[in-house]
Nanobody, 120 residues
Framework: QVQLVESGGGLVQPGGSLRLSCAAS????????MGWYRQAPGKERELVAA???????NSADSVKGRFTISRGNAKNTVDLQMNSLKPEDTAVYYC??????????????WGQGTQVTVSS
């Protein structure tokens, strides 16, 4: 069964830091890109940051200079280091993978989501 296992969410004060981690199951043997989306209450899901298998990064303007995305040595993991957090960063963060399993076409995979709350 394909799984994306997320960890690292929680409550943090404004200006603080959190690190999100996501590990994709090995059954996704070909990964083209990994990243993080977020969805705040009453808003649409939006891209936070993504990184391709060649290392290219795409990130939202609102997080540039504060958030850093990286892939682990195992290539099936992706981390999001979030610094200088703001209340407007409060959302459910979803791990995303674009890849394929053996016998299937490439498609999007999603994690279950982890809550990030920035509040004093």
């Amino acid at each position: 069964q394909v799984q994306l296992v997320e960890s690292g969410g929680g409550l943090v004060q404004p200006g603080g830091s959190l690190r999100l981690s996501c590990a994709a199951s090995r059954s996704i043997f070909s990964i083209n890109a990994m990243g993080w989306y977020r969805q705040a209450p009453g808003k649409e899901r939006e891209l936070v940051a993504a990184i391709t298998d060649t290392g290219s990064v795409n990130s939202a303007d609102s997080v540039k200079g504060r958030f850093t995305i990286s892939r682990g040595n195992a290539k099936n993991t992706v981390d999001l280091q979030m610094n200088s957090l703001k209340p407007e960063d409060t959302a459910v963060y979803y791990c995303w993978v674009y890849g394929r399993e053996l016998g299937y076409a490439r498609h999007d995979y999603w994690g279950q989501g982890t809550q990030v709350t920035v509040s004093s």
